[in-house]
């Protein structure tokens, strides 16, 4: 079994930072991608971020140069910098070895 632990949500001002974490137990993969993903209210999930068990990192467009994947063995973290309202939503951890599994999610507010 798998476990995904969020944490590191919050409210911020519009330009502040948040880092958000993740921390992955079980029966880890040594070779995985694990990724945020987020959903905003009425709006699809969509990634964020992800990095592979050996660093290739992938970012969505719209928070290319704000935000930073990084990953210690079976913990990631996003450093997210110059947050906007539009960066408001739930995100969740992802971790694909061919079974993917999810956490449950951490809210990050971001007020204008």
């Known amino acids: 079994q798998v476990q995904l632990v969020e944490s590191g949500g919050g409210l911020v001002q519009a330009g502040g930072s948040l880092r958000l974490s993740c921390a992955a137990s079980g029966r880890i993969s040594s070779k995985n991608v694990m990724g945020w993903y987020r959903r905003a209210p009425g709006q699809q999930r969509e990634l964020v971020a992800s990095?592979?068990?050996?660093?290739f990192t992938k970012y969505a467009d719209s928070v290319k140069g704000r935000f930073t994947i990084s990953r210690d063995n079976a913990k990631i973290y996003l450093q997210m910098n110059t947050l906007k309202p539009e960066d408001t939503a739930l995100y969740y951890c992802?971790?694909?070895?061919?079974?993917?599994?999810w956490g449950r999610g951490t809210q990050v507010t971001v007020s204008s």
């Open positions: 992802e971790l694909d070895q061919s079974t993917i599994y």
């Open positions: 990095i592979s068990s050996g660093g």
